[in-house]
Structures are given as C-alpha cells and as structure tokens.
C-alpha cells in the first residue's frame, strides 16, 4: 500500500517539474530579442504631462523589459499573460485607477512589454493614463 502511494506522489512531482520545465523553455524560445544593437528613446509621461525622455543605447538580445530595469527602476508583476507594468521610476500605478500604456512612435501599443522587439531610432512611450 506505501508503495503505490510513493509511486503515485513520485508520478505526480516529475508531471508537475515537466509542466513548470515546458513553461520555462517555452517562455526563454519565444521571448522576443533586439537581432542587432542600436539605439532608442524611452518617454516618461505622467498624469500632468510632465515628459522625462532619455536616449538609450541597446545590444543584440536585449528586450525592451531589460532595458527599462537597466535603466529605470520598475515595479512589475509577472502574470500568464506576460509582464504587468506598474510602475516606472516616480510613475506608480495601483492598475484599477491608472495604468501605464505604451506607445512606439506615437502610435498606442497593442502588444505587451513582453512582446515588443526593439529598433534602431524607435521612440517608446510610457504614459500614466487613467482608467
């Protein structure tokens, strides 16, 4: 009787290390990098207009997500949907009054943080909006 429950708690920790192992792998394959470095501009806007901008450099397989920790400090949380941004620097959002949207020049942004590829000479805006 101990046997088969030590088999069966056995099976149920390696179907559960496999899983958390997939979702790892799958996340580092299909994060997308920078494919060479350059340069681009990160927009700071807050709830008054108030504009911080700075020009920062970038290397091959950097994310837009590293560069903003490199550079910034970020208050995030990891979902299944990918990076929630909640705060940068001095912008803080608490998600159901005022959220941070991004822009990529000048145009609103329908992917995640964790989704956009940087590129030479592109401007990323991060604007606190209200809900």
Avoid: W
Avoid at 21 to 31: D, G, P
Avoid at 56 to 65: A, H, I, P, S, V
Wanted: net charge negative.
């Amino acid at each position: 009787m101990r046997k088969q429950l030590f088999i069966k708690i056995a099976i149920a920790v390696l179907v559960v290390a496999i899983a958390v192992s997939s979702v790892i792998i799958y996340k580092k394959l299909h994060t997308p990098v920078a494919d060479v470095g350059g340069g681009v501009t990160i927009e700071l806007v807050d709830l008054e207009g108030n504009k911080e901008e700075k020009r920062l450099d970038f290397d091959e397989g950097d994310t837009l997500f590293d560069l903003l920790c490199s550079n910034y400090e970020v208050t995030y949380e990891e979902t299944g949907y990918g990076i929630l941004l909640l705060g940068i620097d001095d912008i803080q959002t608490d998600f159901t009054s005022t959220y941070i949207a991004i822009y990529i020049n000048g145009e609103y942004s329908n992917l995640g943080l964790s989704s956009i590829i940087l590129e030479e000479g592109n401007v990323y805006s991060f604007r606190e909006m209200r809900v």
